[in-house]
């Protein structure tokens, strides 16, 4: 039986804080969107069950304070990538180690991010 398919999944869920590991597994997706306003933390694996190349990823308007890069290493597809109205804080180098080029990226929001993606 082929995997599931679906263009773009936009998801507004109530109660969830976590992302779990292998998150739609199976299911051949281009686009996710999810926000709560509650998710804190994304599993490491929580995009490696995916069985197509995600492309476009928004974790909008949630409470996370750092990129997921562990779970975005899952991701080699990825080029665009909405962080908007969280919790970041502070952004180095290796808040973007992906396996893809990121051509887009929206941190949108009320608090000020603090910036070092210089290496020295």
């Keep these: 039986m082929p995997p599931a398919a679906v263009s773009l999944l936009d998801c507004t869920v109530q109660n969830v804080s976590v992302l779990p590991e292998l998150l739609l597994e199976g299911v051949v997706l281009h686009g996710l969107v999810v926000s709560s306003g509650e ?4 599993s490491e694996l929580a995009f490696s069950g995916l069985a197509g ?9 949630n409470k996370l304070q750092t ?13 665009r990538l ?3 109205h969280n919790h970041l804080e502070t952004l180095t180098t290796s808040s973007f180690k992906v396996r893809g080029s990121v051509s887009a990226t929206s941190m949108k929001g009320k608090r000020k991010v603090k ?3 210089c290496t020295s």
């Design 115 to 117: 910036m070092s993606l």
């Design 67 to 79: 990129v997921p890069t562990a779970a975005l290493l899952a991701l080699p597809a990825l080029d």
């Design 53 to 61: 190349p995600l492309q476009a990823l928004g974790l909008p308007n």
């Design 82 to 84: 909405d962080l908007s």
């Design 39 to 42: 998710i804190y933390q994304v």
